[in-house]
């Protein structure tokens, strides 16, 4: 099977050369993404609740547009700025993927793309129609 890329049109949209997210084998990648509105395609500039719920909510558009969903997602990486606001995103966190929750790492990144303060990608099972 060969790979298909795919460019949201009701998420934010890239800020470099890299698809949204590439589909192969019934699974769907999605890539790294932060705080950003996706009306404006401008990051957040609130509280960490605040973009901890935009994040979150971004790649749940996206699954959501290719017809999967946060309950199909196997494996989360997410990535803080600030390994000291993990209680905070990790409670919201909870209200996106579960109660399966998927495999998940967290690390403390040292600089993340526009100076966000957090960022997560995303592994899902897809069933091409």
Known sequence: MKKKTFMTKKGPKSIGPYSTAVIHNGVVYVSGMGPIDPVTNKMTASSIEEQAHTMFNNVKI???????SMNEAIKVTLYLKDINDF???????KGY?????????TIQAG??????SMEV???AAYEDK
Request: net charge negative; hydrophobic share 40%; proline share 9%.
């Open 111 to 116: 600089k993340l793309p526009m100076d966000f």
């Open 87 to 93: 209680a905070k995103v990790n409670e919201i966190y």
């Open 62 to 68: 996206i699954l959501e547009e290719l017809g999967s």
């Open 97 to 105: 993927f579960g109660p399966d929750y998927p495999a998940r790492t």
């Open 121 to 123: 990608d995303v592994i």
